[in-house]
């Protein structure tokens, strides 16, 4: 059976999702997303219940749709709806379309799959089909900062469900996600010696030099096996000081965990002292490789059943990446 979708009415609809701005750190903003989602998962016919956001971030949304079965395992959709962008991105980001593309801010990670997956179960609603299993949506707020507050929210809400489903953007080629690689996240910090910066600079230490050249030497250990970027930075106050602490957080992914073990030895050994300044690295949040299972492939495969049959093939890989 083809459901009637229509491009123009999908467009419609994730627009204001996509005019809806919703930083992570901005939780007021957050909450207005989830208000849109909670929404139209309740005009999509499911059970909304509002969780309220702790730790500084904002509310998830569990959404729960009608069925026979009712409280046994079944699907869970799992995304989250807050963005990198803070408020003011749509503005130089504007919403259009231009050759078939839709733009702005937040539209593939991942307002875009999580809206698609609101209005598929919608469709399926209003054509009276029941899913083969009962169905629950989860929206979280934080998922850009490795989910602090919601993890045990995210992890209890999956062991209840046979399968869980997560409409992150597929690969540059079409390719659905069956595996990331293991992340590890590090916090960093020098501590120098502050002086004047015009009477006294040679008494200084700064830690922004130090940590300037510590950052250098960290990029430039990224290899094929395992990557080290650096995203983050903090430091100084006043120009006319040589800054006497300095912060920065940095990340590294590798497809095997022991290729990410042996980045997280080379991190951790950075720590210690040069020229009078110390440097202090330590590991922070840390996600292990998944590889795809049976049952991965399992689920991989009824997906590629169903593209072959809207007319395309569609191939799978492991990539980088927290959900």
Same mark, same amino acid.
């Given at each position: 059976?083809?459901? !009637?979708?229509?491009?123009?009415?999908?467009?419609?609809?994730?627009?204001?999702?996509?005019?809806?701005?919703?930083?992570?750190? %901005?939780?007021?903003?957050?909450?207005? /997303?989830? %208000?849109?989602?909670?929404?139209?998962?309740?005009?999509?016919?499911?059970?909304?219940?509002?969780?309220? $956001?702790? /730790?500084?971030?904002?509310?998830?949304?569990?959404?729960?749709?009608?069925?026979?079965?009712?409280?046994?395992? =079944?699907?869970?959709?799992?995304?989250?709806?807050? &963005?990198?962008?803070?408020?003011?991105?749509?503005?130089?980001?504007?919403?259009?379309?231009?050759?078939?593309?839709?733009?702005?801010?937040? @539209?593939? %990670?991942?307002?875009?799959?999580?809206?698609?997956?609101?209005?598929?179960?919608?469709?399926?609603? /209003?054509?009276? @089909?029941?899913? !083969?299993?009962?169905?629950?949506?989860?929206? &979280?707020?934080?998922?850009?900062?490795?989910?602090?507050?919601?993890?045990?929210?995210?992890?209890?809400?999956?062991?209840?469900?046979?399968?869980?489903?997560?409409?992150?953007?597929?690969?540059?080629?079409?390719?659905?996600?069956?595996?990331?690689?293991? @992340?590890?996240?590090?916090?960093?910090?020098?501590?120098?010696? !502050? +002086?004047?910066? =015009?009477?006294?600079?040679?008494? =200084? *230490?700064?830690?922004?030099?130090?940590?300037?050249?510590?950052?250098?030497?960290?990029?430039?250990?990224?290899?094929?096996?395992?990557?080290? +970027?650096?995203?983050?930075?903090?430091?100084?106050?006043?120009? #006319?000081?040589?800054?006497?602490?300095?912060?920065?957080?940095?990340?590294? /992914?590798?497809?095997?965990?022991?290729?990410?073990?042996?980045?997280?030895?080379?991190?951790?050994?950075?720590?210690?002292?040069?020229?009078?300044?110390? @440097?202090?690295? &330590?590991?922070?949040?840390? *996600?292990?490789?998944?590889? !795809? #299972?049976?049952?991965?492939?399992?689920?991989?495969?009824?997906?590629?059943?169903?593209?072959?049959?809207? $007319?395309?093939?569609?191939?799978?890989?492991?990539?980088?990446?927290?959900?």
């Amino acid at each position: 059976m083809n459901l !009637p979708f229509k491009t123009e009415a999908l467009l419609a609809g994730l627009k204001p999702w996509v005019l809806c701005e919703s930083p992570t750190y %901005d939780p007021a903003a957050v909450n207005r /997303m989830m %208000d849109l989602a909670a929404y139209d998962l309740a005009a999509a016919g499911a059970e909304i219940e509002r969780i309220p $956001g702790r /730790m500084g971030f904002g509310g998830s949304v569990r959404a729960r749709f009608p069925h026979k079965d009712f409280g046994q395992p =079944g699907i869970l959709i799992s995304g989250h709806l807050d &963005t990198v962008h803070p408020v003011g991105t749509i503005d130089k980001n504007p919403w259009r379309i231009d050759d078939g593309r839709v733009y702005g801010p937040g @539209i593939q %990670d991942m307002k875009g799959g999580n809206f698609v997956s609101v209005e598929a179960l919608k469709h399926l609603a /209003m054509a009276g @089909i029941e899913t !083969p299993l009962p169905v629950t949506v989860l929206f &979280t707020p934080d998922e850009e900062v490795s989910t602090p507050s919601t993890r045990e929210l995210i992890e209890m809400e999956a062991r209840k469900n046979k399968v869980v489903l997560v409409p992150e953007p597929c690969g540059p080629n079409g390719e659905a996600t069956t595996g990331r690689y293991a @992340i590890a996240r590090f916090n960093l910090k020098t501590i120098g010696r !502050p +002086s004047h910066a =015009g009477a006294r600079l040679g008494e =200084g *230490r700064s830690a922004i030099a130090a940590m300037a050249r510590k950052l250098l030497e960290i990029e430039e250990m990224t290899t094929e096996d395992c990557t080290f +970027s650096v995203g983050v930075i903090h430091a100084g106050q006043w120009v #006319n000081c040589v800054s006497s602490e300095c912060t920065a957080e940095a990340l590294s /992914m590798a497809k095997r965990h022991a290729d990410l073990d042996a980045g997280v030895a080379k991190m951790l050994a950075h720590s210690g002292e040069a020229n009078d300044v110390i @440097i202090e690295v &330590t590991r922070g949040v840390t *996600r292990p490789v998944w590889e !795809p #299972n049976e049952g991965t492939m399992a689920l991989y495969g009824i997906a590629r059943e169903i593209a072959k049959d809207l $007319g395309f093939d569609m191939a799978h890989r492991s990539a980088g990446g927290g959900s």
